[in-house]
C-alpha cells in the first residue's frame, strides 16, 4: 500500500533543477546580492555539467584523491567531494598546498569541503582554493566525531549555531567565484526538531549566498558514541527532508543517508528530490553502484568499459604519482586501497584480496603489482562490461509511515524574499 508521502509527492512537479540540462552552461554562473553584502561574480571556467542528481559523499580517509580517480573512470558524471579538509590546514600549509588540494582534471565536476569554526580561516582557505577550480565549496556541518565536533567545535556541532553558520558562508562566498553550500544532519541532540531545522536553513540562506544543502536525514549525537554509531542508531527521518523541499521552494536539497543503491536514488527523485548522495555505498561496491550512475539516474550512454580497461587506466595514474610527495607518500598500499572493493561478491574475490595482501610487502609498482594478482580473477569478471551486468542492489527507498511534519512558518510572518543562482 502506498503511502501518503508517495501520493503527495507523485504529482508535485519536479523542479526546474531536475532538468538533465548542464549544469553550469559554458561556464556561466552568476549571483545577486544577499543581504548587506554584495556578492556579485560570474564565473568563467568552460565546464558543461550535469546537474548533481547523484554525489559521492565526503568520506575521510576515503574519497581522496585516488579513491576519486578510480570513481571518474567509471562514472563520468557522478559529482565527487574531496575528504574534508580543514580551513586552519589550508591557511598553514599555503606553501604545500598541492598535497592537500590538487587532483586531476578529469574529476571534475568536483566540491571541495572544507571544515571549521574560525571566519577568517574559512575565508582564507577559500581564497587560497581558489586557484585549483573546484566546482563548489561546502561547508560541514553535520561530522559527529568527537574529535570534529568535540574538540574541534565544528562539524555537526555549527548546527547549534546557526548565525556563525550564515556569516561563515557569507565569508565563504565572498571569497570565490562559485556556488558554495552547507552539509549538515537534520539536528543535534535534543536540538531535533523540524522547526529548529528550519531556522538553520532560513537562517543561513538570509545571510548568504548558500542555496544548496546536503541534508543527512538523521541527528547527530555528541554524547560520545563512535562516528559509526551515529550513521546507526539516530533513525532516519526522511519526512524531514521532504518537508524542506515544500517549505524552501526556491532552495536545492540533496538527500543523504541511508540509501544503498541507484535503484533508491531513482526512487528519492521521482519522490521529489532534488539529489541524492551515497556514500559507503558507492566505496564498498563502486562497479555496481557507480557504475550504473550514468546511464539510470543521468539517462546518459555508458561508457562500457570494463574492470580490465579501468585498471589499465588507473595503473597509469598510480605509477606516474607513487611516492611524489616524498617518505613513500604516496605508497603503493594507499593506492591500492581503493581497488579492494572493485570485485566486490564476484569469483576470485576473495582470493585475490588474499593474494593483495601478500604481494604488497614486496611490490613497487602497481603494474608489477597487477600482473602478480589479477590472475585469481577469471577473465570474463574482468572483461564483462556493465552492460552486461544488469544486477542492482534490490530495495525500497523508504517505506514512509510518517506524513510531513506541520508547515514551517517563519517568525517574520513574511515570505522570504531571496535572490537565487542565475543559470544563463
Known amino acids: 500500500m502506498k503511502s501518503s508521502l508517495h501520493g503527495f509527492f507523485s504529482t508535485f512537479s519536479p523542479p526546474k533543477y531536475l532538468n538533465k540540462q548542464p549544469y553550469l552552461k559554458n561556464g556561466s554562473f552568476q549571483t545577486r546580492s544577499f543581504g548587506n553584502a554584495n556578492h556579485e561574480k560570474r564565473i568563467t571556467q568552460n565546464r558543461d555539467y550535469f546537474p548533481p542528481l547523484f554525489s559521492v559523499a565526503p568520506m575521510m580517509e576515503w574519497t581522496d584523491n585516488h579513491f576519486r580517480t578510480l570513481s571518474r573512470l567509471i562514472s563520468k558524471h557522478s559529482w565527487l567531494y574531496t575528504e574534508m579538509v580543514v580551513a586552519e590546514t589550508i591557511v598553514h600549509q599555503k606553501d604545500n598546498l598541492d598535497r592537500f ?14 571544515g571549521g569554526s574560525n571566519l577568517d580561516n574559512l575565508a582564507k582557505a577559500t581564497e587560497l582554493a581558489n586557484s585549483y577550480n573546484y566546482d563548489e565549496i561546502n561547508l560541514n556541518c553535520g561530522c559527529p566525531s568527537g574529535k570534529v565536533a568535540g574538540h574541534g567545535c565544528f562539524g555537526a556541532r555549527l548546527m547549534l549555531d546557526p548565525e556563525f553558520v550564515g556569516d561563515a558562508m557569507s565569508a565563504i562566498a565572498a571569497s570565490c567565484y562559485i556556488p558554495v553550500s552547507v552539509k549538515c544532519r537534520i539536528g543535534v541532540d535534543d536540538h531535533d526538531s523540524y522547526e529548529e531545522l528550519c531556522k538553520f536553513v532560513e537562517t543561513i540562506i538570509t545571510k548568504s549566498p548558500a542555496r544548496h544543502f546536503i541534508i543527512h536525514a538523521r541527528k547527530a549525537l555528541l554524547n560520545g558514541i563512535s562516528p559509526a554509531d551515529n550513521r546507526r542508531i539516530p533513525p532516519l527521518k526522511y519526512e524531514y527532508y521532504f518537508g524542506l523541499l515544500r517549505d524552501f521552494p526556491d532552495v536545492k536539497f540533496t538527500l543523504n543517508g541511508g540509501l544503498t543503491s541507484v535503484n533508491q536514488v531513482n526512487q528519492a527523485i521521482k519522490l521529489g528530490a532534488h539529489g541524492v548522495m551515497l556514500g559507503r555505498a558507492a566505496y564498498n561496491n563502486p562497479w555496481s553502484t557507480l557504475g550504473f550512475v550514468d546511464k539510470l539516474v543521468y539517462d546518459a550512454p555508458s561508457s562500457n568499459i570494463t574492470r580490465r580497461e579501468v585498471l589499465e587506466k588507473y595503473q597509469i595514474y598510480a605509477d606516474s604519482v607513487i611516492g611524489k610527495n616524498g617518505n613513500n607518500k604516496p605508497s603503493l598500499r594507499q593506492l591500492v586501497k581503493p581497488l579492494l572493493n572493485l570485485f566486490h561478491s564476484e569469483p576470485g574475490n576473495g582470493l585475490w584480496k588474499r593474494k593483495a595482501d601478500s604481494v604488497l610487502r614486496d611490490c613497487k609498482s602497481m603494474e608489477s603489482f597487477l600482473e602478480e ?19 542492482i542492489l534490490d530495495g525500497d527507498f523508504a517505506n514512509f509511515d510518517h506524513l510531513l511534519p506541520p508547515k514551517y512558518i517563519a517568525e517574520t510572518k513574511d515570505e522570504l524574499n531571496l535572490p537565487a543562482y542565475v543559470m544563463n
Open 373 to 391: 594478482t589479477l590472475d585469481a580473477i577469471p577473465d570474463f569478471v574482468l572483461d564483462s562490461d556493465l552492460s552486461a551486468n544488469t544486477q
Open 101 to 114: 588540494l590538487k587532483f586531476q582534471p578529469e574529476q571534475h565536476p568536483i566540491v571541495l569541503q572544507i
